[in-house]
């Protein structure tokens, strides 16, 4: 699987963005995808994943009620809507497949997109 994020920027604190993985492969609809971030200096993060049919998603506590994870298995892309940003959301965020739901660690998920800068301006 080959994953390529998009929809990354600058944006006021408060704002929106809307990110895309775009996946190739067969399996795509087989995976639970996640997104996760890195700032300057940070371990890699966890903050949202989906299964493989959308039904159930996981959340970071940090961006509970702020952020949506989605999935269209016919277009094999995976969202990511960021609102109400804040600067400490700051980061390369990335795509990821293969992994777990609930709390995974990078190492849990096989498959990683390239990266996609967002930064919040204060």
């Known amino acids: 699987v080959q994953l390529v994020e998009s929809g990354g920027g600058l944006v006021q604190a408060g704002g929106s963005l809307r990110l895309s993985c775009a996946a190739s492969?067969?399996?795509?609809?087989?995976?639970?995808m996640g997104w996760f971030r890195q700032a300057p200096g940070r371990e890699r993060e966890f903050v949202a994943a989906i299964s493989w049919s959308g039904g159930i998603t996981f959340y970071a506590d940090s961006v509970k009620g702020r952020f949506t994870i989605s999935r269209d298995n016919a277009k094999n892309t995976v969202y990511l809507q960021m609102n109400s940003l804040k600067p400490e959301d700051t980061a390369v965020y990335y795509c990821?497949?293969?992994?777990?739901?609930?709390?995974?660690?990078?190492?849990?998920?096989?498959?990683w997109g390239q990266g996609t800068q967002v930064t919040v301006s204060s």
């Open positions: 492969g067969r399996s795509f609809s087989s995976y639970t």
């Open positions: 990821a497949a293969g992994g777990r739901l609930k709390n995974p660690r990078p190492v849990d998920y096989d498959y």
